[in-house]
């Protein structure tokens, strides 16, 4: 019973999606971080994609930053339009974006929506991988 358990458990994470981190320091924000291997761009909508989180950074995996860190804020930007699409709060680092994502409701001014890492986006946009 135990061992069914555990090869139950194990068949289990072995399924559960991988989310690749790759959390990089937001110029002129400090203790601020995005997340580049999530940042993407929608070629569907031209928005893109992105997660930053407030704390210290140790190892890859947001699930080793100590305790104190931000939960992950997920935003799209329209970088043409100067505006951003607030998509929520990940707890955990492995939410998919929500369902419908693309026609949420824009806000203007991304440097004071998103801050810096909206910048950062923008100017990134152009050599984004795209979103499956």
Known sequence: MR????????????????FA??????????GNYYDA????????????VLREASGKPR??????????????LVY??????DAFVDLGIDMTGSTAL???????PKQDDIDLGVGHAGKVACDKKASLPSLP
């Open 76 to 81: 799209a930007v329209d970088c043409a339009a």
């Open 21 to 30: 981190e790759n959390w990089q320091p937001v110029p002129g924000e400090n």
């Open 3 to 18: 061992l069914r358990l555990v090869l139950s458990l194990a068949l289990l994470a072995a399924a559960s999606p991988a």
């Open 37 to 48: 291997d999530f940042m993407k761009l929608d070629a569907v909508s031209g928005l893109v």
């Open 59 to 72: 190892g890859a995996s947001y699930k080793d930053w100590p305790a104190g860190k931000s939960p992950i």
């Open 98 to 104: 929500p369902k419908d994502w693309r026609n949420s």
